[in-house]
């Protein structure tokens, strides 16, 4: 079964930079879209990144451009978030997610928590 | 950027009830509609994708319905594990994808 196992997550100071990594199996992870989506503590799901199956295409929110770089390792089955100048708005829990078909979010992950504080 | 609206924001009801969930979009997304379910301290779950197909283990007491700007989700006789909060989300138009601000749906 699909099983995508974040992790990298912790307690970071602001203007900081973290890298979170998505480890994925159970399926055939160089066929299908890939997301980054977060949930702050008590409120509602944004979408924040997505890299298409060969990692040509790449999209971010407005929050996020600029400082946050979305990649894939295809021979290792792995995505990754690289979150640079880290602000305490995005303190959250970061989901990987796959797609079924593109931006269906068939797939998440259990998440890993960034807290950006000083 | 297409603004999701769901109403209400919280629903009271009773184990084997009806109830029907609203989701507005600012904009036209065709059928590029999803309804996701996130039970406290879990993961979100894809219930529905293309406004009203049911994602693989999805019982049939969810059914979905819309086109367009409106759309709802129905289910038919509440059970225990539905008490959740639900999410609707577009992706007919992005960057970015959106998400509506979620109904909890809670035992009355």
């Known amino acids: 079964q699909v099983q995508l196992v974040e992790s990298g997550g912790g307690v970071v100071q602001p203007g900081t930079s973290l890298t979170l990594s998505c480890a994925a199996s159970g399926f055939t992870f160089s066929n299908f879209g890939m997301h980054w989506v977060r949930q702050a503590p008590g409120k509602g799901l944004e979408w924040v990144a997505m890299v298409s199956y060969d990692g040509s295409h790449k999209y971010f929110a407005d929050s996020v451009k600029g400082r946050f770089t979305i990649s894939r390792d295809n021979s290792n089955n792995t995505l990754y978030l690289q979150m640079n100048s880290l602000r305490p708005e995005d303190t959250a829990l970061y989901f990987c997610v796959k797609d079924r078909i593109i931006a269906e979010f068939e797939d998440w992950g259990q998440g890993t928590l960034v807290t950006v504080s000083s | 950027e297409i603004v999701m609206s769901q109403s209400p924001a919280t629903l009271s009801v009773s184990p084997g009830e009806r109830v029907t969930l609203s989701c507005r979009a600012s904009?036209?997304?065709?059928?590029?509609l999803a309804w996701l379910q996130q039970k406290i301290g879990q993961s979100p779950r894809l219930l529905i994708y293309?406004?009203?197909s049911r994602a693989t283990g999805v019982p049939a007491r969810f059914r979905a319905t819309g086109s367009g700007t409106e759309f709802t989700l129905t289910i038919s006789s509440l059970q225990s594990e539905d008490f959740a909060v639900y999410y609707c989300q577009q992706y007919n138009e992005w960057p970015p994808i959106t998400f509506g601000q979620g109904t909890r749906l809670e035992i009355k």
């Open positions: 293309s406004a009203s």
């Open positions: 904009q036209s997304v065709g059928t590029k």
